[in-house]
Protein backbone atom coordinates (compact mmCIF):
# COMPACT_ATOMS: atom_id res chain seq x y z
CA UNK A 1 0.00 0.00 0.00
CA UNK A 2 1.29 3.22 -0.79
CA UNK A 3 1.23 6.03 2.06
CA UNK A 4 -0.08 9.16 0.90
CA UNK A 5 -0.17 12.53 2.69
CA UNK A 6 -2.40 15.50 1.37
CA UNK A 7 -1.87 18.75 1.47
CA UNK A 8 -4.72 21.19 -0.38
CA UNK A 9 -6.13 23.93 1.41
CA UNK A 10 -9.66 24.48 -0.45
CA UNK A 11 -11.66 22.10 1.31
CA UNK A 12 -14.25 20.83 -1.38
CA UNK A 13 -11.15 19.65 -3.41
CA UNK A 14 -9.26 18.11 0.09
CA UNK A 15 -12.68 16.23 0.88
CA UNK A 16 -12.73 15.21 -2.89
CA UNK A 17 -9.16 13.90 -3.01
CA UNK A 18 -9.56 12.69 0.61
CA UNK A 19 -12.05 10.37 -1.12
CA UNK A 20 -10.14 9.50 -4.27
CA UNK A 21 -6.96 8.48 -2.23
CA UNK A 22 -9.11 6.50 0.17
CA UNK A 23 -11.37 4.47 -2.32
CA UNK A 24 -8.35 3.97 -4.28
CA UNK A 25 -7.22 -0.34 -4.06
CA UNK A 26 -3.33 0.41 -3.43
CA UNK A 27 -3.25 3.06 -1.36
CA UNK A 28 -4.08 4.59 2.10
CA UNK A 29 -4.40 8.33 2.67
CA UNK A 30 -2.41 8.47 6.14
CA UNK A 31 -2.66 12.75 6.52
CA UNK A 32 -5.00 15.30 5.06
CA UNK A 33 -3.32 19.08 5.99
CA UNK A 34 -4.70 22.38 4.54
CA UNK A 35 -1.30 24.01 5.46
CA UNK A 36 2.04 23.23 5.00
CA UNK A 37 3.86 25.37 8.11
CA UNK A 38 4.00 21.82 9.40
CA UNK A 39 4.94 19.99 6.48
CA UNK A 40 8.40 18.79 8.51
CA UNK A 41 6.59 17.86 11.20
CA UNK A 42 3.86 15.80 9.81
CA UNK A 43 6.10 13.84 7.45
CA UNK A 44 8.20 12.55 10.82
CA UNK A 45 5.44 11.60 12.33
CA UNK A 46 3.27 10.19 9.23
CA UNK A 47 6.38 8.49 7.06
CA UNK A 48 4.37 8.70 3.66
CA UNK A 49 5.73 7.43 0.07
CA UNK A 50 4.10 10.04 -1.57
CA UNK A 51 3.31 13.61 -0.50
CA UNK A 52 0.61 14.90 -3.16
CA UNK A 53 1.07 18.86 -2.07
CA UNK A 54 -0.99 22.01 -3.86
CA UNK A 55 1.63 24.44 -5.19
CA UNK A 56 -0.28 27.50 -3.72
CA UNK A 57 -0.60 26.93 -0.09
CA UNK A 58 -1.21 29.69 2.83
CA UNK A 59 2.02 30.30 5.22
CA UNK A 60 4.61 28.63 2.65
CA UNK A 61 4.29 27.45 -0.83
CA UNK A 62 3.94 24.12 -1.96
CA UNK A 63 7.40 25.04 -3.83
CA UNK A 64 9.01 26.21 -0.53
CA UNK A 65 7.40 23.24 1.48
CA UNK A 66 9.57 20.61 -1.31
CA UNK A 67 12.57 22.01 -0.82
CA UNK A 68 12.48 21.70 2.72
CA UNK A 69 11.04 18.21 2.50
CA UNK A 70 13.55 16.92 0.11
CA UNK A 71 16.76 18.59 1.78
CA UNK A 72 15.57 16.36 5.24
CA UNK A 73 13.74 12.98 3.81
CA UNK A 74 14.98 13.53 0.03
CA UNK A 75 13.64 9.58 -0.56
CA UNK A 76 10.48 10.62 0.22
CA UNK A 77 7.98 11.43 -3.56
CA UNK A 78 6.25 14.55 -4.15
CA UNK A 79 3.48 15.81 -6.85
CA UNK A 80 2.53 18.63 -7.46
CA UNK A 81 -0.93 20.00 -8.13
CA UNK A 82 -2.39 23.19 -9.07
CA UNK A 83 -4.40 25.42 -11.34
CA UNK A 84 -1.36 26.45 -13.26
CA UNK A 85 0.66 25.66 -16.07
CA UNK A 86 2.77 28.61 -16.07
CA UNK A 87 6.52 27.67 -16.73
CA UNK A 88 8.52 29.28 -13.58
CA UNK A 89 5.97 27.76 -11.35
CA UNK A 90 6.27 24.29 -13.23
CA UNK A 91 10.57 24.53 -13.28
CA UNK A 92 10.38 25.99 -9.38
CA UNK A 93 8.57 22.89 -8.40
CA UNK A 94 10.87 20.02 -10.72
CA UNK A 95 13.78 22.28 -9.37
CA UNK A 96 11.99 21.75 -5.49
CA UNK A 97 12.84 18.24 -5.98
CA UNK A 98 8.61 17.42 -7.54
CA UNK A 99 8.80 14.16 -9.40
CA UNK A 100 5.16 15.11 -10.31
CA UNK A 101 3.34 17.26 -11.65
CA UNK A 102 -0.67 17.27 -12.17
CA UNK A 103 -3.73 19.76 -13.19
CA UNK A 104 -6.39 20.40 -10.47
CA UNK A 105 -8.95 19.76 -14.03
CA UNK A 106 -7.89 16.08 -13.87
CA UNK A 107 -10.10 13.52 -13.10
CA UNK A 108 -9.93 11.09 -9.99
CA UNK A 109 -8.33 8.34 -11.90
CA UNK A 110 -5.54 10.56 -13.50
CA UNK A 111 -4.73 11.73 -9.49
CA UNK A 112 -4.34 7.99 -8.92
CA UNK A 113 -2.21 7.05 -11.93
CA UNK A 114 -0.19 9.86 -10.86
CA UNK A 115 0.02 9.08 -7.50
CA UNK A 116 1.20 5.26 -8.61
CA UNK A 117 3.73 6.77 -11.44
CA UNK A 118 5.28 8.88 -8.53
CA UNK A 119 5.90 6.26 -6.18
CA UNK A 120 7.18 4.20 -9.04
CA UNK A 121 9.86 6.33 -9.33
CA UNK A 122 8.41 8.04 -12.91
CA UNK A 123 7.14 11.24 -13.43
CA UNK A 124 3.64 12.03 -13.88
CA UNK A 125 2.69 14.73 -15.59
CA UNK A 126 -0.16 15.52 -17.98
CA UNK A 127 0.12 16.15 -22.14
CA UNK A 128 0.14 19.88 -21.60
CA UNK A 129 2.96 19.93 -19.11
CA UNK A 130 5.08 17.68 -20.39
CA UNK A 131 5.36 19.42 -23.61
CA UNK A 132 6.42 22.71 -21.36
CA UNK A 133 9.47 20.75 -19.42
CA UNK A 134 10.20 19.67 -22.64
CA UNK A 135 10.22 23.17 -23.84
CA UNK A 136 11.72 24.58 -20.65
CA UNK A 137 14.93 22.72 -20.92
CA UNK A 138 15.43 22.44 -24.47
CA UNK A 139 15.89 26.37 -23.93
CA UNK A 140 18.04 25.97 -20.86
CA UNK A 141 21.33 26.55 -22.50
CA UNK A 142 20.07 29.54 -23.35
CA UNK A 143 19.28 31.18 -20.10
CA UNK A 144 22.29 29.93 -18.25
CA UNK A 145 23.85 32.50 -21.01
CA UNK A 146 21.33 34.77 -20.01
CA UNK A 147 22.75 34.66 -16.09
CA UNK A 148 26.57 35.41 -17.18
CA UNK A 149 25.61 39.18 -17.25
CA UNK A 150 25.13 39.65 -13.67
CA UNK A 151 27.32 41.92 -12.81
CA UNK A 152 30.05 41.98 -9.92
CA UNK A 153 28.03 43.70 -7.62
CA UNK A 154 24.82 41.92 -8.18
CA UNK A 155 26.82 38.87 -7.51
CA UNK A 156 28.40 40.17 -4.36
CA UNK A 157 24.30 40.93 -3.33
CA UNK A 158 23.05 36.96 -4.61
CA UNK A 159 25.76 35.26 -2.84
CA UNK A 160 25.21 36.91 0.31
CA UNK A 161 21.54 36.59 -0.23
CA UNK A 162 22.37 32.65 -1.03
CA UNK A 163 24.20 33.12 2.75
CA UNK A 164 21.41 34.29 4.57
CA UNK A 165 22.06 37.78 5.13
CA UNK A 166 18.56 40.11 5.03
CA UNK A 167 18.40 43.00 2.95
CA UNK A 168 20.16 45.15 5.83
CA UNK A 169 23.10 43.07 6.76
CA UNK A 170 24.05 42.67 3.00
CA UNK A 171 23.96 46.46 3.06
CA UNK A 172 26.09 46.72 5.51
CA UNK A 173 28.47 44.26 4.36
CA UNK A 174 28.81 45.39 1.36
CA UNK A 175 28.95 49.19 2.56
CA UNK A 176 26.11 50.54 0.40
CA UNK A 177 22.89 51.84 1.04
CA UNK A 178 19.45 49.90 1.02
CA UNK A 179 17.95 51.71 -1.80
CA UNK A 180 21.40 50.09 -3.10
CA UNK A 181 20.59 46.60 -2.27
CA UNK A 182 17.21 47.09 -3.46
CA UNK A 183 18.31 48.18 -7.15
CA UNK A 184 20.74 45.28 -7.49
CA UNK A 185 17.99 42.94 -6.14
CA UNK A 186 15.15 44.06 -8.88
CA UNK A 187 17.68 44.09 -11.63
CA UNK A 188 19.40 40.28 -10.39
CA UNK A 189 15.51 39.21 -10.72
CA UNK A 190 14.91 40.54 -13.72
CA UNK A 191 17.96 38.63 -15.24
CA UNK A 192 17.16 35.24 -13.65
CA UNK A 193 13.58 35.77 -14.57
CA UNK A 194 12.37 35.16 -10.93
CA UNK A 195 10.50 37.02 -8.40
CA UNK A 196 11.23 36.33 -5.07
CA UNK A 197 14.47 35.85 -3.32
CA UNK A 198 13.86 32.62 -2.48
CA UNK A 199 13.43 31.87 -6.22
CA UNK A 200 16.69 34.28 -7.21
CA UNK A 201 18.41 31.46 -4.22
CA UNK A 202 17.16 28.31 -5.50
CA UNK A 203 18.26 29.58 -9.55
CA UNK A 204 21.75 30.75 -7.99
CA UNK A 205 22.31 26.94 -6.08
CA UNK A 206 20.93 25.51 -9.38
CA UNK A 207 23.04 26.85 -12.10
CA UNK A 208 26.10 27.34 -9.20
CA UNK A 209 25.97 31.03 -9.75
CA UNK A 210 27.82 31.94 -6.58
Wanted: aromatic share 6%; charged share 25%.
Amino acid sequence: MIRVSLYEDVCDIRELLEETISTASDMVLIGSHEKAVDILENTRKEKPDVILLDIQMPGISGIEAALLVKEKYPYIQICMQTVFEDNEKIFAAICAGASGYILKASPPEKYVDAIIDTYQGGSAMSPSIARKVLSMFQNQNARVKEFVELTASEKKVLDLLVKGLSYKLIASELNISFPTVNFHLKNIYKKLHVNSANEAIRMAMQNKLV
